[in-house]
């Protein structure tokens, strides 16, 4: 049944929507976290009608998570193993068909802007840009045959923009919910959506990334990638409830700023394929790690001892993100952690994307690490997360500890820099229609 906002808000303030929002929002279990969903997706679909003032459109609730990185730091790109989850910030928009070819969206906190269907291919000047986004998923759509129309949406977010949560992987899987569920008949699968996100990022946005960030908001859930192929990686959905370990997974913002660190990003990229390189191969994927051992006197020299480092990283961490997946599904929480505090240290020591060698004054996430492992005093787990040199660590953290640890990271980085997040069972979806 498609509902008008008005009916819209009545399922939702009936409580007919209660299951999912808890799935989505209330996974500490608590009624004041429900009551907030709710009251965030209420607030959602009345600003909808305040700003777009339909008259009877069928309207619907969408919701796209942001991504967390759990195992395989700077191993993708290598074609390696990836383990990542969906969290409880998300994009939360309410959408509606307008019969015509443009979109128009309004996401709170940005100036609305609108996109015409009707031109598909990429348009100069545009690149950077959430319009980018919204025409690439189109186009990405329309590829596969499916008619694409446009749509009025009004977007909130809490994706922590910066955060390694991946806030375009979001926007890119929220979209293309909007459009499957309008012009294609839920026709479309999560891997299909994750990878037309892909698409419009790499095509239309002008940005090279890979497959994680899109697999891992759209399918939902804690899910390990295998990127052995690339262009269609397999994906596994791994069965574990973080909500009965014990712990709480923490986002640290360390306050460090990601701007000019192409080159620091780049040179990871280069290094490990000039080990690759050395056995006639692009990746280290398709290099033994018993041919790279055997080797690595004379890798020393040709490559330097920080590319054979950081290709020792690779295979470390490419081995612990399976690991991690297996330890999770044996329910073997404590090996999970160890492996976790593993992966940390193998990206400090041997990947050493923890501070910009261009700026060495400027070391947020080791001081932040470092601190952290203080509070933590042995339990938990912590490490840094995304592709790191500045932005945020990543911490599991003992429920008895949760207080303590926040106050004394955000006594360290200032208030509201520890951000309490939840693996979430759910990716993209539609959440009431």
Same mark, same amino acid.
């Given at each position: 049944?498609?509902?008008?906002?008005?009916?819209?808000?009545?399922?939702?303030?009936? =409580?007919?929507? #209660? /299951?999912?929002? !808890?799935?989505?929002?209330?996974?500490?279990?608590?009624?004041? *976290?429900?009551? $907030?969903?709710?009251?965030?997706?209420?607030?959602?679909?009345?600003?909808?009608?305040?700003?777009?003032?339909?008259?009877?459109?069928?309207?619907?609730?969408?919701?796209?998570?942001?991504?967390?990185?759990?195992?395989?730091?700077?191993?993708?790109?290598?074609?390696?193993?990836?383990?990542?989850?969906?969290?409880?910030?998300?994009?939360?928009?309410?959408?509606?068909?307008?019969?015509?070819?443009?979109?128009?969206?309004?996401?709170?906190?940005?100036?609305?802007?609108?996109?015409?269907?009707?031109?598909?291919?990429?348009?100069?000047?545009?690149?950077?840009?959430?319009?980018?986004?919204?025409?690439?998923?189109?186009?990405?759509?329309?590829?596969?045959?499916?008619?694409? =129309?446009?749509? #009025? /949406?009004?977007? !909130?977010s809490?994706?922590?923009?910066?955060?390694?949560?991946? *806030?375009?992987? $979001?926007?890119?899987?929220?979209?293309?919910?909007?459009?499957?569920?309008?012009?294609?008949?839920?026709?479309?699968?999560?891997?299909?959506?994750?990878?037309i996100?892909?698409?419009?990022?790499?095509?239309?946005?002008?940005?090279?990334?890979?497959?994680?960030?899109?697999?891992?908001?759209?399918?939902?859930?804690?899910?390990?990638?295998?990127?052995?192929?690339?262009?269609?990686?397999?994906?596994?959905?791994?069965?574990?409830?973080?909500t009965?370990?014990?712990?709480?997974?923490?986002?640290?913002?360390t306050?460090?700023?990601h701007?000019?660190?192409?080159?620091?990003?780049?040179?990871?990229?280069?290094?490990?394929?000039?080990?690759?390189?050395?056995?006639?191969?692009?990746?280290?994927?398709?290099?033994?790690?018993?041919?790279?051992?055997?080797?690595?006197?004379?890798?020393?020299?040709?490559?330097?001892?920080?590319?054979?480092?950081?290709?020792?990283h690779?295979?470390?961490?490419?081995?612990?993100?399976?690991?991690?997946?297996?330890?999770?599904?044996?329910?073997?929480?404590?090996?999970?952690?160890?492996?976790?505090?593993?992966?940390?240290?193998?990206?400090?020591?041997?990947?050493?994307?923890?501070?910009?060698?261009?700026?060495?004054?400027h070391?947020?996430?080791?001081?932040?690490?470092?601190?952290g492992?203080?509070?933590?005093?042995?339990?938990?787990a912590i490490?840094?997360?995304?592709?790191?040199?500045?932005?945020?660590?990543?911490?599991?953290?003992p429920?008895?500890?949760?207080?303590?640890?926040?106050?004394?990271?955000?006594?360290?980085?200032g208030?509201?820099?520890?951000?309490?997040?939840?693996?979430?069972?759910?990716?993209?979806?539609?959440?009431?229609?």
């Amino acid at each position: 049944m498609m509902h008008t906002c008005d009916s819209l808000l009545s399922v939702i303030c009936s =409580g007919a929507c #209660d /299951a999912i929002l !808890s799935d989505l929002y209330a996974l500490d279990k608590s009624k004041t *976290s429900l009551e $907030a969903g709710k009251k965030r997706a209420s607030h959602i679909v009345q600003a909808f009608q305040t700003t777009f003032q339909p008259e009877s459109s069928p309207a619907a609730l969408f919701s796209s998570p942001g991504r967390t990185e759990i195992g395989g730091n700077h191993t993708d790109h290598q074609h390696g193993h990836v383990l990542c989850g969906s969290v409880d910030m998300d994009m939360l928009c309410c959408a509606a068909p307008n019969g015509t070819n443009i979109v128009h969206i309004y996401s709170e906190g940005y100036r609305p802007f609108q996109v015409d269907l009707s031109h598909l291919e990429p348009v100069k000047g545009e690149e950077g840009s959430s319009a980018a986004l919204t025409r690439g998923v189109a186009a990405g759509i329309d590829a596969l045959g499916h008619p694409v =129309g446009g749509f #009025d /949406a009004y977007i !909130s977010s809490n994706v922590l923009s910066g955060s390694g949560l991946s *806030s375009s992987a $979001a926007y890119e899987v929220l979209i293309g919910n909007i459009l499957n569920h309008f012009c294609c008949m839920d026709a479309l699968d999560a891997i299909q959506i994750a990878k037309i996100g892909q698409y419009a990022e790499n095509t239309f946005f002008g940005k090279p990334c890979g497959l994680m960030d899109q697999m891992g908001s759209s399918v939902g859930g804690t899910v390990a990638l295998d990127f052995s192929v690339p262009s269609s990686p397999a994906v596994h959905k791994v069965n574990y409830d973080f909500t009965r370990s014990g712990h709480v997974l923490c986002i640290v913002d360390t306050g460090s700023c990601h701007a000019d660190l192409t080159e620091d990003y780049a040179k990871i990229t280069e290094e490990m394929g000039n080990i690759a390189a050395h056995f006639g191969k692009q990746v280290l994927r398709e290099v033994s790690e018993a041919d790279f051992r055997a080797a690595i006197p004379s890798l020393r020299v040709r490559c330097g001892d920080r590319a054979v480092l950081r290709s020792l990283h690779f295979y470390n961490d490419d081995r612990i993100a399976i690991q991690e997946a297996q330890a999770l599904e044996q329910n073997d929480f404590p090996r999970f952690l160890a492996l976790v505090n593993a992966s940390g240290l193998s990206s400090s020591l041997h990947l050493q994307n923890t501070w910009s060698i261009s700026d060495p004054k400027h070391q947020a996430i080791p001081l932040a690490l470092a601190i952290g492992r203080e509070l933590l005093n042995g339990s938990g787990a912590i490490r840094v997360h995304g592709g790191g040199f500045a932005g945020t660590i990543q911490a599991f953290v003992p429920l008895e500890k949760l207080e303590p640890f926040k106050s004394g990271m955000e006594k360290l980085l200032g208030a509201g820099k520890c951000h309490v997040v939840h693996i979430r069972s759910v990716g993209g979806c539609v959440v009431a229609q």
